[in-house]
């Protein structure tokens, strides 16, 4: 199993970003795809999950202005970054749980204030 993230960038506190995430290999149902990340320093941390019948979870702190969905049909996960904030700064990893657990190279994210 392979996870391809991109989407990461710079962006001015108050932007928005959107990440992508597509799996490819033997992926089985049902499965959970998430989101976590590390800043400098700091442990990753979970900020949100959602599985394939498309039940989420949200860190407290991203609850309101993060959105994750997905197509599974193509096996992708999408983060809708909204009002971020610089202390969102950090590298964030795409994560599957499907019969083991997954990463993704992680993408940068960093908001400037």
């Known amino acids: 199993v392979q996870l391809q993230a991109s989407g990461g960038g710079l962006v001015q506190a108050g932007g928005s970003l959107r990440l992508s995430c597509a799996a490819s290999?033997?992926?089985?149902?049902?499965?959970?795809m998430g989101w976590y990340r590390q800043a400098p320093g700091k442990q990753r941390e979970l900020v949100t999950t959602?599985?394939?019948?498309?039940?989420?979870f949200y860190a407290d702190s991203v609850k309101g202005r993060f959105t994750i969905s997905r197509d599974n049909a193509k096996n992708t996960v999408y983060l809708q970054m909204n009002s971020l904030k610089p202390e969102n700064t950090a590298v964030y990893y795409c994560n599957l749980q499907s019969r083991g657990t997954y990463w993704g190279q992680g993408t940068q994210v960093t908001v400037s204030s």
């Open positions: 290999g033997s992926i089985f149902s049902p499965n959970a």
């Open positions: 959602i599985t394939s019948s498309r039940s989420t």
